[in-house]
C-alpha cells in the first residue's frame, strides 16, 4: 500500500502536535510539519514526523511533495496580543494562508482542513470585528470557502473552542489561561484573573480537538464543524477550581462567549468530547499537592 503524505501546518505547536501524534498512529501516513517556530516549539516534536522549518507563505517551495491532504493550523494564534502583533497577524494569516489555499489548488490536494477560529460566532455572528486575530480568521473562512465556489477545491472547516491539554504553554506574552494557571499555581503564585472574571469559555480538551480536525479530513466536508464542549465556565469557575488564592487584575478581558452548535461535528463525524476542564483541573491539583 503506498504512503499517504500529510502536511500538518503548525505542528511544533500546541493543536498541532497532537494532530501530528494522532495521524501517525496510522503507519500509512508520512508526516511532514511546516513551522515557522513563532510559537511552536521542538520539544513538542514527535517521533517519527519530519519537520520543515519556514513560514507558510513559502509553502510552494519548501514542500516539494504531492501531499494527500493539508491540516492548515500554523497561523498566529493568540487575541489579547494580536493587536499591537497586528502586522504579524496579517503576514502569517492572510499572506501565509493565501499561499497554503494556493498551494492546495495548484497541487490539487484531496482535501484542505482548516482550524478556525469560534470567535466569528461571538455577538450574533459578527464576532470577526472584535480583534485583528479574529478578523484574519473569519476572512480565511471566507477564502477556502470560495476556492470551494470557484475551482472546487475539497475543503473541511473546523472551529476550535479553547483547546487545552498537554503542551499548552504557560510562559510568556502568548500563555493561555488554564497552563498559566497551572504555572501560577506551581509557583506558589496568586492566580491573576482579568476582570471581571465573568467571562465565559468552552474549554475543549485538546485531543479532543485533534481528533475533530483528522475526522473532518477523513470524512467532513464543507464549513461549519464546531468543535465546542456544551458548558461553558468562567475565568473565576476556572481559578476556583485550582483552590488557591487569586487576584483580580486590569486587562483585555478578550472576546465575547461564542455561540457553539457542534451539530454538523457529532451528527456527520461522530465526534463527542470526553474530558471536562474542571476534572482536569481537579487531577491536576490531585497529582501536583501545593507545599
Ligand atoms: N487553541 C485554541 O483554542 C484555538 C481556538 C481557535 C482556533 N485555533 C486555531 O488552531 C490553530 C492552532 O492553534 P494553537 O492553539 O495550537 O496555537 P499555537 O500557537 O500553539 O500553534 C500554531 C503553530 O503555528 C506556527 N505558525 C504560526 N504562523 C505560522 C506561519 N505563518 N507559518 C508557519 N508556521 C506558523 C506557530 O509557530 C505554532 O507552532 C491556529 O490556527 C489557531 O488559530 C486555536
Redesign the pocket.
Known sequence: MTRKTIVV?????????HVVEMLLADANNRIIS????????EE?HIAGAEYRR????DIEALIPEMPDTVY???????IAPSFEDVRQVY???M???FAVVEFCRIRKVSKLV??????KFAIEGDGRHQNP?SFT?ATNVDLINDYGRWYNLPYAIC??????GP???GDGK?A?LIAKFERQYLEGLPLTVVAPGTQRRAF?Y?KD?ARGIILAGQTGFGDGYALGVNNSYSVLQIAHAFGTPMEIVTGYAGREESANDPTKAREELGWEPTLDVIDYIRDFVRTHPRQ
Open positions: 501546518t503548525g505542528g511544533a505547536g500546541h493543536v498541532g502536535s511546516l513551522d515557522n517556530y513563532f510559537n511552536g516549539r513538542n519556514g513560514h507558510t507563505k492548515h493550523l500554523g497561523e498566529y494564534a493568540r503576514q502569517m494569516n499572506i501565509g494562508t482548516y482550524a478556525a477560529s469560534s470567535t486575530y480568521k472551529y476550535f473552542y479553547n483547546g487545552f503542551r499548552e504553554r502568548y493561555t475543549t485538546v480537538l
